[in-house]
């Protein structure tokens, strides 16, 4: 068992270092909304991560992992992806000095208790639309039933391990990208939210490019 757990953690660091749609998401929403709000975030993308292994370990996405489908998941969420990274880069961020500014501005950093279940949502979906996750985890499924001979037990510590260690290195991020904010002025926060846009309007754009040229 314990084993299992420590390699299950070796993954999960491995992946913890993949950059992807989530991560960028992460950062900016933890780095604009706060740390509650990138915590919401982590929870949607670790459920979104347990969803896959379970319908991998399931035998559910080896059957519907056909090119036909993962061209329409690609497309789809790449276009979600753009869509993402357009709003985020047009999200406005008060300018200047004087006192009115600065509580607009405080009032964007703090705003006022918005529905959890949407952060949740949109890291789930940020998450898992992305096709080529889905082939990692199947992958990931694949290499770790044939190490244990399809031992059920050892199975389930090692994505136990796995996703722990995910869902721990997510919460550092926030946490970080929280501390980092409160030191950011808003010009520096309006670049970060271009920045940060940007990188999902690209990663929106490579996810559609590599879903039809691979699929």
């Known amino acids: 068992m314990l084993t ?3 390699r299950g953690t070796v993954l999960g660091i491995t992946v913890c270092f993949l950059v992807g749609p989530a991560f960028f998401s992460l950062l ?3 780095i604009h909304r706060g740390l509650k709000q990138g915590f919401l975030l982590s929870i949607g993308i670790v459920l979104s991560d347990m969803t896959l292994i379970a319908l991998s370990f399931l035998g559910v996405l080896q059957v519907i992992d056909n ?3 993962q061209l329409a998941i690609g497309i789809i969420g790449g276009i979600i992806l753009i ?3 357009i709003v985020t880069i047009t999200r406005k961020v008060y300018m200047g000095e004087n006192e009115e500014n ?5 009032e964007i950093k703090s705003p006022k208790p918005s529905n959890p279940f949407m952060y949740i949502l949109k890291g789930y979906f940020l998450n898992i639309v992305n096709p080529f996750l889905l082939i990692f985890w199947v992958g990931a499924m694949s290499g770790v039933s044939a190490l244990y001979k399809s031992n059920t037990h050892e199975i389930i510590y090692f994505f136990i391990g796995t996703l722990v260690t995910i869902f721990a ?9 929280d501390k980092i904010s409160s030191y950011l002025k808003p010009k520096i926060l309006l670049w970060v939210n271009r920045v940060m846009g940007l990188a999902l ?9 590599r879903a039809v040229y691979y699929f």
């Open 4 to 6: 299992a757990l420590l």
């Open 28 to 30: 900016q929403t933890s």
């Open 67 to 69: 090119k036909s489908n």
């Open 83 to 85: 869509i993402f990274g």
């Open 102 to 106: 600065a509580e607009k501005l405080e």
């Open 169 to 177: 290195t997510d919460i550092l991020k926030c946490f970080v990208a």
């Open 201 to 209: 309007l690209i990663s929106g754009i490579v996810l559609i490019v």
